[in-house]
């Protein structure tokens, strides 16, 4: 990760100020105003204060791919709550465009009004065509534009880019269980795989944390069996069923092949 890369701004609300050298800024074309001087910029209110986008809602190519459109969510209200949208190109480093989105609010005051959001765009010039590069926003949302339609840019989900395509290998099943919506920590057993199905038993150790139990600990977990279909971008969990052979899942599951079902075992709840 370069230095320039860790200089950005995290997302969220969160108050920062903004470092860097050498950076393209493009001021955006949503006309929110400009940083006020003199006497505004004290303000009779609210103080202003520099913050990032609530969300990024978006990336889109433009200018022949020389420009991203920067979809953001900010803060809106009865009176001004955003001024001096802008995106700047931050760095290019290993196939990936860095850039941010910042802007000044009163947001943070709740006296201010401003508890509505509403969506603006930001344009970020680029210093040559887009092409098959990633772009990065705000050091967090991933966008790219494999597999897209022009000229949006693909979001990238927590698996990357480019997910591991369901196989039945343990990086494929370490996928699976992280999609799955459980606790950190759970570890796995593989009960049965094809190309379309794949079954897995989940164990989750629960209680205060201690040592082994023969030092007076005791020890105990939760256990859940997940019924995963292939897709695109990975193995997607579609029900959950503790009961030993077919009979038990066929009742929300017909179409699971005997052969992965039939000789499971009585799930073993700890």
């Keep these: 990760m370069g230095q320039r890369r860790r200089r950005m701004i995290v997302l969220g609300m969160i108050l920062a100020v903004l470092t860097g050298c050498g950076s393209e800024t493009v001021e955006t074309t949503d006309p929110l105003g400009t940083p006020a001087t003199g006497e505004d910029a004290a303000g009779a209110g609210s103080a202003w204060t520099l913050a990032a986008p609530i969300r990024i809602d978006g990336v889109r190519t433009s200018g022949g791919g020389r420009s991203l459109v920067v979809d953001a969510e900010v803060p809106d209200g009865s009176g001004e709550c955003v001024r001096g949208l802008r995106g700047e190109l931050d760095t290019v480093e290993h196939g990936t465009v860095y ?46 534009p494999a597999g897209a339609t022009p000229p ?36 796995w057993e593989e009960r049965g795989c094809d190309d379309t199905w794949l079954v897995l038993d989940l164990s989750t150790r629960t209680g205060p944390a201690c040592g082994d139990a023969g030092d007076g ?21 579609v029900t959950t069923n503790g009961d030993a052979g077919c009979t038990g899942i066929h009742k929300v599951l017909p179409e699971l092949p005997e052969r992965l079902c039939a000789s499971l075992p009585r799930l073993d709840r700890g």
Excluded at 105 to 116: E, F, H, I, N, V
Aim: proline letters at 5%; aromatic letters at 6%.
């Design 217 to 237: 600990c005791s020890s105990s977990g939760v256990s859940q069996r997940w019924f995963y279909r292939a897709e695109a971008s990975g193995w997607r969990p």
């Design 99 to 144: 850039v941010r989105v910042t802007f000044e609010t009163r947001s943070l005051d709740r006296a201010s009004g401003c508890t509505g959001t509403r969506r603006v765009e930001a344009t970020v010039k680029l210093d040559g065509s887009l092409g098959s590069r990633k772009v990065m926003v705000n050091s967090g949302d991933v966008f790219t």
């Design 152 to 187: 949006a840019l693909r979001h990238c989900g927590e698996n990357g880019c480019d997910p591991t395509p369901p196989r039945c290998t343990a990086s494929s099943y370490r996928q699976a269980v992280t999609d799955t919506d459980i606790p950190e920590h759970t570890s």
